[in-house]
């Protein structure tokens, strides 16, 4: 059973600070990674995906993947209340199939 | 800005009814993916079409659920007969062709619950 594991939190910062959401992945053949953002009711929203070991930045989110450590995570600067929501870590295995965790929900104090 | 496109947006039915669900993919998507995603919990695969072909239906529980992509083009996921179980969003997602670097991208979601 290929899964994909995340905190489901619920992991609750102030506005400003870095919120940091971390995935862990079993199938030693997943290429491609994927984060999602998921409000209350609504339909998942891709925000970030990274194929390659490192850091990939896009604005205030930064992707970073270990392949080695089997592991993917997501951090967010300068945390805005409107980042609340559920953070859905998704993972393309040895398949093509595409495999997500529970999620995490962030919640962002102002 | 191209979108993918379901109905209804939100159901109501009683258990033992039937129930469909539509989607039109992005136009020119090849692959063409259908998820339920029960509250509380990630979404998982029910079945992937390539074209008009099944890929994957390995998680659709056959018994009650079908799906068809007749044309290759748009979609339809069926229920029949609906059970309380079934109370979840469905999720219609596509990409130009399967393969791993391929970002799929959601419709909004059909929200079903049956009573």
């Known amino acids: 059973q290929k899964e994909v594991e995340q905190n489901s939190g619920p992991l609750s910062v102030p506005e400003g600070a870095i919120a940091s959401l971390n995935c862990t992945y079993s199938?030693?053949?997943?290429?491609?990674f994927f984060w999602y953002r998921q409000y209350s009711g609504k339909s998942p929203e891709l925000i970030m995906f990274?194929?390659?070991?490192g850091d990939k930045e896009d604005g205030r989110f930064t992707a970073q993947l270990n392949k080695a450590s089997q592991y993917v995570s997501l951090l967010i600067r300068d945390s805005q209340p409107s980042d609340s929501a559920t953070y859905l870590c998704?993972?393309?295995?040895?398949?093509?199939?595409?495999?997500f965790g529970k999620g995490t929900l962030l919640t962002v104090n102002p | 800005e191209a979108e993918v496109a379901q109905s209804p947006r939100y159901k109501i039915t009683e258990k033992s009814q039937a129930v469909a669900f539509w989607c039109d993919p992005i136009?020119?998507?090849?692959?063409l993916y259908w998820y339920r995603q029960i509250l509380g919990q990630g979404p998982e695969l029910l079945v992937q079409?390539?074209?008009?072909?099944?890929?994957?239906d390995s998680q659709l529980p056959k018994d009650r659920f079908s799906a068809e992509r007749l044309k290759g083009v748009d979609s339809t996921l069926k229920i029949q007969p609906a059970e309380l179980g079934d109370s979840a969003m469905y999720l219609c997602?596509?990409?130009?062709?399967?393969?791993?670097?391929?970002?799929?991208?959601f419709g909004p979601g059909t929200r079903l619950t049956v009573t």
């Open positions: 997602a596509s990409t130009p062709s399967a393969g791993h670097s391929y970002e799929q991208y």
């Open positions: 199938d030693r053949g997943s290429q491609s």
């Open positions: 990274i194929y390659s070991n």
């Open positions: 998704a993972v393309t295995g040895s398949n093509y199939k595409l495999t």
């Open positions: 136009s020119g998507h090849a692959t």
């Open positions: 079409f390539q074209d008009e072909s099944v890929v994957d």
